[in-house]
């Protein structure tokens, strides 16, 4: 069981204006409109029940899900046995909502790895700050601690809207996809 650490997460990623939604989440809302509604406001009050809770959903499902490139086409898919980060993102975040959390505390984000690939995390906003689900660290941390170039979120209130997170390249200055250059890792 891993241990949960009690101290404050820090401050919140800072979002600015509303930028780009990505196109695999466009698609992913248009063909399952329920999925992208809104079931609650707030944060989550972090407990040793609700740490248990993220530690048993992360570990469960980066296990059920074999980790491959989507190929030519970005496919956001949840309960998925093979996917890319994004299928992992979605999956925590709706096996969450069934236990109960608001969705508002739940934000798929994306960033660019330090290798500058492009990859899609579930941000936990809770009372003692935001922990990063990943598929590609077993541990939850607080997004500060998370070498990663943070690029966009949904907004709270809204997941069809996405907010550019301070430090980002604003969506003029954006290289191309990683996916799109040929080298897909997540």
Not at 5 to 21: D, H, I, R, Y
Not at 120 to 131: H, I, K, N, P, Q
Request: aromatic share 8%; glycine share 8%; hydrophobic share 35%.
């Amino acid at each position: 069981m891993e241990a949960m650490a009690f101290t404050a997460a820090g401050p919140a990623m800072k979002v600015l204006e509303q930028t780009s939604t990505p196109a695999g989440h466009i698609y992913y809302c248009s063909n399952q409109p329920e999925a992208c509604l809104r079931y609650g406001k707030g944060v989550v009050k972090l407990t040793p029940s609700t740490w248990q809770t993220l530690v048993t959903i992360n570990g469960h499902v980066n296990q059920q899900i074999e980790p491959v490139e989507d190929g030519p086409i970005d496919s956001w898919q949840p309960y998925v046995t093979r996917g890319d980060c994004e299928d992992y993102a979605l999956t925590k975040q709706r096996e969450l909502l069934r236990a109960g959390w608001p969705s508002d505390s739940l934000l798929i984000t994306t960033a660019y790895l330090p290798n500058g690939v492009y990859h899609a995390v579930l941000v936990v906003r809770t009372d003692r700050g935001e922990f990063i689900l990943d598929n590609l660290n077993p541990a939850i941390l607080p997004w500060q601690q998370v070498n990663y170039r943070w690029n966009k979120r949904q907004a709270i209130g809204n997941p069809q809207v996405w907010l550019r997170i301070a430090g980002a390249p604003s969506d003029k200055k954006a290289g191309p996809v990683a996916g799109l250059r040929g080298s897909r890792q997540n």
